[in-house]
């Protein structure tokens, strides 16, 4: 299942416009952020266009959560932050996913609560090539 409006089912401009995918996990797939304010920064979105975690069995639900797991392993490998937020949203969106924020101490919002998109870091093609084959190295 599919929606149209997603970036997370259509790719494209519209997956262009705030991430880069990185690969395919077991039952979902593995997006860099493209604000990189929290180096290493990703999304890990769910394969089909489902809303809420209890659209999907449990089964999936555990998948999903490994899925979540092996990514936050390969950025606390490939950045080494020293805590690792994990963010649930999707008022308007609606497609099931986890933002994965690394932090860092002394830096960026170390003790507070993250900003979406505080649209203050972007990277060159090549930084986020870089980027992502460090976190692929680690998965």
Known sequence: MKDTNSGYCMH????????????????????????????????????????EIVNISDEER????????????????????????YGAYGDTGCHLHFHLVPKYRDEFEWGGVFAMNPNRTYLTDVQYAEMIEKIKAHL
């Open 12 to 51: 494209g401009e519209l997956l262009d416009a705030f991430g880069i995918f990185i690969c395919d996990l077991s039952v979902s797939q593995l997006i860099l952020f493209k604000e990189q304010s929290h180096p290493g920064r990703c999304i890990v979105a769910y394969k089909d266009h489902v809303s």
């Open 62 to 85: 555990n998948a999903f959560f490994a899925d979540v797991n092996r990514a936050a392993k390969a950025i606390h490998a490939a950045f080494q932050p020293v805590k690792v937020n």
